[in-house]
């Protein structure tokens, strides 16, 4: 935050980069359409992509190569190449791997109960009466559309150590004082609030996904294994679960590689400066490069993160393929 | 059938009581940040809270506007979701027309293109972020937020304006070719009519991730050019946070995002899980 303050002054209005220009249509167009008029279409989308993502990620390389600190910033040295020296010092450190378990653990501990809950509660609405599907159903999208800001700051509020509603209510639980007790004391519980809360939003996307991908499972096959003894686990087990597969794989994948990347519940729980035991990859990059001042080692932690994240976009696109190639 | 029924109709009320159960824990965060919003401040900071509530006043509401400028941030949101979601809308369109109803050499390579870029996580990408707009001294200014908002909302839009272009089917465009239209005239006169419901909830989506985003506003404009999100995460910063004129902050800005994701709900899920079955 504090690098860059001087550059603009306060009132700058926007300038909207204007829309670059559609395909000419004036032109008279041959019948048919020339191998041109695609990439013509595509050329504004690639050309922003290129200079937004493109750009930015080839520098995410590079920086993480080379010694980038206050000084490079400000332009008074040159950025210096040297080689493998942020990722030693990196992966030297005991604290990253530290950084690097909790965040596993932490993501997978919101992707497994998002997961599970999420598919528990769909299969739940498939027996309820209408009105009570309609009421949980309200209440699932009201989570799922508050902003993750307002979520965080809810929850902050409902967990607050004096007047907090869950300690007063727990409190009033037999053999329970919880009166006054603060859950960000330590890292493990601190982070189990901020996992429910990632969870809380979570869930209603599965189950909604969930909840349409069932109404797809023929009800004959149902019955057909029923009447050939299946019991109710029998039938989700062998039925329902293979039917559902491609949705509970894009589902998780995407799971993953959001829950990876939770950066601001963390960041605003902590009220913006996490302590060592709340960081994950994510709070800890952005605390070596725009606390610590160290881009280069920054770059190389995010480039590990994203390195790790491979493997699950791999499923996740070869998913996503599958279903792109059925046109 | 009365026999059958009965035992079914018991085994539903158990199933009914745990459906009341997932609908109030999952719903009282929301019931609580209105409560909050609504109470009396002193009601607040009672120890021993209670659950309903406890009387009606809009002084947190004021005092939410007035602790810190409000419409400020707010305005400098609007401004740049909506610049964001426009400039996204119109270039996605184009893309996603060209890898929907052309068929050319490089097309799957863009598809895998689009996607991969979708996956990649913001967080990793602020560092570079940051550099490349201090660079094009586009630091601290909404257009330099606008052109990073494009990050994840170009992409997203592509992909989804795809999958509503390929549910339209292509012998529509070709019967209004058969009868004398253009390629151009065609998709104006038939395919666009019909995307217009799509492309109208692809922009409110869109419009809604990018009022929604936190740390590329955090972190490329300074404070006294917060975004509404960077707002309400200062207020919780603030020292001695008082917490009901933050839930009514809070209120302000859930209350028109949630409205208009109802909206669109609906459609953004089932154009989701169509494909994924067909899988």
Known sequence: MSA???????????????????????????????????????????????????????????????????????????????????????????????????????????????????????????????????????????????????????????????????????????????????????????????????????????????????????????????????????????????????????????????????????????????????????????????????????????????????????????????????? | MSTLAEPRRRSRFGWNLLGLLVFAVAGFPVYWMLNTAIKPAKDAIDPDPSLLPTGFTLANFSRALHIADFWGPVGRSLIVSLAVVAIGIVVGMLAALAISRFAFRGRKIVIVGILAVQMVPLVAMIIPVFLLLNDLDQYDKLSGLIITYLTFILPFTVWTLRGFIVNIPKELEEAAMVDGCSRTGAFVRVVFPLLAPGMVATSVYGFIQAWNEYLYALMLLSQKNQTATVWLGNFTTKHGTEYAPMMAGATLMAVPIVALFLLVQRKMAAGLTAGAVKG
């Open chain 1, 4 to 327: 860059a303050d001087t550059t603009t002054p306060a009132k700058v209005p926007p300038t909207r980069p204007s829309p670059p220009p559609p395909a000419p249509p004036g032109r008279p167009r041959p019948k048919r359409t020339s191998a041109g008029t695609p990439w013509l279409l595509l050329a504004p989308c690639l050309l922003i992509l290129l200079l937004v993502m493109g750009y930015p990620l080839v520098r995410l390389v590079t920086l993480s190569f080379q010694k980038f600190g206050q000084s490079q910033l400000w332009g008074f040295q040159p950025a210096e190449n040297i080689g493998l020296d942020n990722f030693t010092g990196v992966l030297d450190d005991g604290e990253f791997w530290q950084v690097v378990v909790r965040t596993i653990v932490f993501a997978a501990g919101c992707v497994i109960l998002t997961m599970v809950l999420g598919m528990l509660i769909a299969l739940l609405l498939q027996r309820v009466s209408g009105w009570v599907k309609t009421l949980v159903n309200i209440a699932l999208v009201a989570s799922w559309g508050m902003p993750v800001i307002v979520a965080t700051t809810v929850f902050k509020w409902l967990f607050d150590s004096d007047y907090g509603i869950l300690n007063a209510v727990l409190s009033k639980l037999p053999g329970v004082d919880l009166i006054g007790h603060n859950w960000f004391a330590s890292g493990p519980q601190g982070l189990a609030v901020i996992m429910l809360l990632v969870i809380w939003g979570a869930v209603p996307f599965v189950v909604i996904t969930l909840s349409a991908g069932l109404t797809q499972v023929p009800a004959e096959l149902e019955e057909a294994a029923r009447l050939d003894g299946a019991g109710s686990w029998g039938v989700f087990r062998y039925v329902t679960l293979p039917i559902l597969k491609p949705i509970i794989v894009m589902l998780t994948t995407l799971s993953v590689i959001w829950d990876m990347g939770v950066f601001p519940q963390v960041f605003v729980m902590r009220g913006g400066h996490p302590e060592p035991e709340f960081q994950l990859l994510t709070t800890y990059s952005y605390d070596r490069a725009f606390v610590v001042n160290d881009y280069g080692q920054g770059s190389a932690i995010a480039l590990i993160t994203v390195l790790l994240l491979l493997g699950v976009v791999a499923v996740y696109m070869r998913q996503m393929l599958k279903i792109g190639e059925v046109e």
